[in-house]
Each structure stands twice: as structure tokens, then as C-alpha cells.
């Protein structure tokens, strides 16, 4: 059984990490190097990059904060928002960033998930996906941030982007995002066994039970976080000794 994997993501706007509920009422939490370096001391598995602003705003990538990061964090870096076409992958790539994060443009141009697999590797490759709840009890793909709602099924989605060669999808509920009641174990399981590719659950995780009990009641393979960890609520290493202590392997 693979280690579990424990990831910090710091969502960026105008060079500062910020933390919203809902993607909205957003305040500032730091800078986006030192936040990270800390995180790698504290043994977290990944860092996410999010540049939340830079598709609304048609931005393209951070690349001076990626490569500022890349010298000082030593665990694996993925890095999404503004990137629109393979060469920004490969500018992303090559400012430090081990993986790249592509949620809107992939929905915009599915082609973009096909081409950067087939030419940097599916393991570079990480399709973000913001979804909610329909009254029908399914649920729908978002873009921008969460602003537009595509009326795409989540399932179908998660099929295709597998197919296309994703070697990882990081599932972000908008209903349970920032709101720290917990991850969306419904979606999150749904997503999880229509796939084969590993699952990043994201979005909503409050209290240190909450990594544990998505791992026990889904097969994700990895747990992702920002405000409990921001605002120094809990430690990387406090969410591993919770884990390891009910059973589950992590690194």
C-alpha cells in the first residue's frame, strides 16, 4: 500500500498566500516562499501553488515565487493558475516545479491535459477540479475560481481527464471549501472509485480527525489543507501522528 501523502497549499494572489470561505472574503496569511519553507521543515509530503487570481484575471504563471521556492523547498512542487498552453508547462517545469496544476483551461481545451502528458509525462500532469452539488444530488465542474458554473457531471469529467493521461486529479469542493466541517466524503469517494489514478482531496478539512477519517472512508491518496495550517491550527507532523496512530501508513 503506497504512503499517504500530508499536502499544504497555499493559495496566491498579488504575491501573498490568502485564505477565503467559499472562494470568498479573502484575507492575507503571508509570503508564499517563507510559508513553504516552513512547510517542508514541518515533513509535508507536496506544496501546491495556487495563483487563484490568474485565470480570472488572464494572467500567466509566477514564475520569480516558483523559483524562489524551488531553492528552498526540497519536497516535491506543483504549481497551477494561468497556465494556458505547453509552453507555460514547460516554463512552470523549468522555474522549479516538479508537477503543474491545470483546472479552467483544461475544461476550456482538454487537449492541453492530452498534450502535456504526452510530452513532459502524466506524472507532471495534475487536473484541479472545483465542484458542487446539484439539487439533482450529482455534482458540477466550476471555473475561474469557482465563479462559472459549466454544467459538466463531475463523473464524466474525472473519466475523460484520465483518459486524456492525467496522473493525478486534486478534487476541491466548493460546498465544503474553507468551511472546516471536513472533506466532502460523498464527492470524494464517488470521484475516487470512478478512477485509477490517484485523488487529492481537498477542501474543507477543520479538525485533525478529518485527514484520518477521508483515508479510512475513501481510497484517496492524498489529504490536502490550507487554513488549518496557515493559521497554525495544526502541524504536518501533528496530521501524520493522528494517521499512523489509527493505522494508516504515511511518510
Given at each position: 500500500m503506497l504512503a499517504k501523502r500530508i499536502i499544504p497549499c497555499l493559495d496566491v494572489r498579488d504575491g501573498k498566500v490568502v485564505k477565503g470561505v467559499n472562494f470568498e472574503g479573502i484575507r492575507e496569511v503571508g509570503d508564499p516562499v517563507e510559508c513553504a519553507a516552513e512547510y517542508n521543515k514541518q515533513g509535508a509530503d507536496e506544496i501546491v501553488f495556487y495563483d487563484i487570481t490568474a485565470s480570472h484575471e488572464g494572467r500567466g504563471v509566477m514564475l520569480d515565487v516558483v523559483r524562489e521556492t524551488a531553492k528552498r523547498v526540497f519536497v516535491p512542487l506543483t504549481v497551477g493558475g494561468g497556465i494556458k498552453t505547453v509552453d507555460d508547462i514547460r516554463e512552470t517545469l523549468r522555474a522549479g516545479a516538479d508537477k503543474v496544476s491545470v483546472n479552467s483551461q483544461a475544461v476550456q481545451n482538454p487537449q492541453l491535459i492530452k498534450d502535456g502528458a504526452d510530452i513532459f509525462g502524466s506524472q507532471c500532469i495534475c487536473v484541479g477540479i472545483d465542484a458542487k452539488k446539484t439539487p439533482n444530488g450529482n455534482?458540477?465542474?466550476?471555473?475561474?475560481?469557482?465563479?462559472?458554473?459549466?454544467?459538466?457531471?463531475?463523473?464524466?469529467?474525472?473519466?475523460?481527464?484520465?483518459?486524456?493521461?492525467?496522473?493525478?486529479?486534486c478534487l476541491n469542493s466548493i460546498d465544503t471549501?474553507?468551511?472546516?466541517?471536513?472533506?466532502?466524503?460523498?464527492?470524494?469517494?464517488?470521484?475516487?472509485?470512478?478512477?485509477?489514478?490517484?485523488?487529492?482531496?481537498?477542501?474543507?478539512?477543520?479538525?485533525?480527525?478529518?485527514?484520518?477519517?477521508?483515508?479510512?472512508?475513501?481510497?484517496?491518496?492524498?489529504?490536502?489543507?490550507?487554513?488549518?495550517?496557515?493559521?497554525?491550527?495544526?502541524?504536518?507532523?501533528?496530521?501524520?501522528?493522528?494517521?499512523?496512530?489509527k493505522g494508516i501508513i504515511v511518510r
Amino acid at each position: 500500500m503506497l504512503a499517504k501523502r500530508i499536502i499544504p497549499c497555499l493559495d496566491v494572489r498579488d504575491g501573498k498566500v490568502v485564505k477565503g470561505v467559499n472562494f470568498e472574503g479573502i484575507r492575507e496569511v503571508g509570503d508564499p516562499v517563507e510559508c513553504a519553507a516552513e512547510y517542508n521543515k514541518q515533513g509535508a509530503d507536496e506544496i501546491v501553488f495556487y495563483d487563484i487570481t490568474a485565470s480570472h484575471e488572464g494572467r500567466g504563471v509566477m514564475l520569480d515565487v516558483v523559483r524562489e521556492t524551488a531553492k528552498r523547498v526540497f519536497v516535491p512542487l506543483t504549481v497551477g493558475g494561468g497556465i494556458k498552453t505547453v509552453d507555460d508547462i514547460r516554463e512552470t517545469l523549468r522555474a522549479g516545479a516538479d508537477k503543474v496544476s491545470v483546472n479552467s483551461q483544461a475544461v476550456q481545451n482538454p487537449q492541453l491535459i492530452k498534450d502535456g502528458a504526452d510530452i513532459f509525462g502524466s506524472q507532471c500532469i495534475c487536473v484541479g477540479i472545483d465542484a458542487k452539488k446539484t439539487p439533482n444530488g450529482n455534482w458540477t465542474v466550476y471555473i475561474n475560481g469557482g465563479r462559472i458554473d459549466m454544467q459538466m457531471d463531475l463523473l464524466d469529467w474525472v473519466k475523460k481527464v484520465e483518459q486524456l493521461g492525467a496522473g493525478e486529479i486534486c478534487l476541491n469542493s466548493i460546498d465544503t471549501d474553507g468551511v472546516k466541517g471536513g472533506f466532502d466524503l460523498p464527492m470524494l469517494k464517488a470521484v475516487v472509485d470512478a478512477v485509477n489514478i490517484p485523488v487529492i482531496a481537498s477542501g474543507g478539512a477543520g479538525k485533525l480527525g478529518d485527514f484520518a477519517q477521508a483515508f479510512q472512508e475513501t481510497d484517496c491518496s492524498a489529504a490536502l489543507a490550507a487554513s488549518l495550517f496557515h493559521f497554525k491550527e495544526l502541524t504536518v507532523g501533528q496530521v501524520k501522528d493522528d494517521c499512523r496512530s489509527k493505522g494508516i501508513i504515511v511518510r
